[in-house]
């Protein structure tokens, strides 16, 4: 079965770093995926890792661990543009290009 | 700015109707996914077709149908429309391969009355 957690909400005040989990438990593994959805528009990319590691990005940064199934979603220097939802996505291994296995999103608020 | 364009951008059915959702996926992309997105969920996964045929498909049921076309270019069709279909449908397309990022379409807001 496939099963991805991350939480609903989280809270944080610009300037700020906020690290966003995810853990997955899923029968196979070809890569993981970050995406950011602001209200009303589409997910856009944000990171994808599929050996273990830190992937780094300007201001954002994802992070990997296939052994325990987790993944983190790292923010630096909070904006007030970054109150998002972030979604973290699985991609099965007997699947390729755009089939992905979604999370329920972790809903950021950003303050001043 | 992604290149995966959705018709149309809202719409409104009644339960039992059908309705057919287009996509236009970004140049030269050969692989495009449906997405059904509920309010306060994830994005879930309906299928997927590279080079006109399906080759994945999610806990959707039959009346849930797609087609890619020579262009890419994509259709979802629903039968017997219910109200829980009422969300966001979501395409994305790629160029094939299983190390390139999804672009995601502005998706299209049904709402089944």
């Known amino acids: 079965g496939q099963n991805i957690d991350q939480p609903t909400e989280m809270t944080a005040t610009e300037g700020a770093i906020v690290q966003i989990n995810c853990t997955y438990q899923?029968?196979?593994?070809?890569?993981l995926f970050w995406y950011q959805q602001h209200a009303g528009e589409a997910p856009t990319f944000l990171s994808y890792?599929?050996?273990?590691g830190l992937e780094e990005k300007g201001r954002f940064s994802s992070f990997l661990s296939r052994s325990k199934g987790y993944s983190y979603l790292l923010l630096k220097e909070l904006q007030m543009k970054d109150s998002a939802s972030y979604l973290c996505?699985?991609?099965?291994?007997?699947?390729?290009?755009?089939?992905?296995?979604f999370g329920k999103g972790t809903t950021l608020s950003v303050s001043s | 700015e992604t290149g995966v364009t959705q018709s149309p951008t809202h719409l409104i059915k009644t339960r039992g109707q059908q309705v057919t959702l287009r996509c236009s996926s970004q140049s030269g992309h050969n692989t495009v996914s449906w997405y059904q997105q509920a309010l306060g969920q994830g994005p879930q996964f309906i299928f997927q077709y590279y080079r006109e045929e399906e080759n994945g498909r999610g806990n959707f049921p039959p009346r849930f149908s797609g087609l890619q076309f020579p262009n890419y270019s994509s259709e979802l069709n629903v039968n017997a429309l219910e109200l829980d279909d009422s969300a966001l449908y979501l395409c994305?397309?790629?160029?094939?391969?299983?190390?390139?990022?999804?672009?995601f379409g502005q998706g299209t807001r049904l709402t089944v009355v």
């Open positions: 994305a397309s790629s160029l094939d391969g299983s190390n390139t990022e999804a672009f």
């Open positions: 890792n599929v050996l273990d």
């Open positions: 996505a699985v991609r099965p291994p007997n699947q390729a290009g755009t089939a992905l296995i």
């Open positions: 899923t029968s196979g593994f070809n890569g």
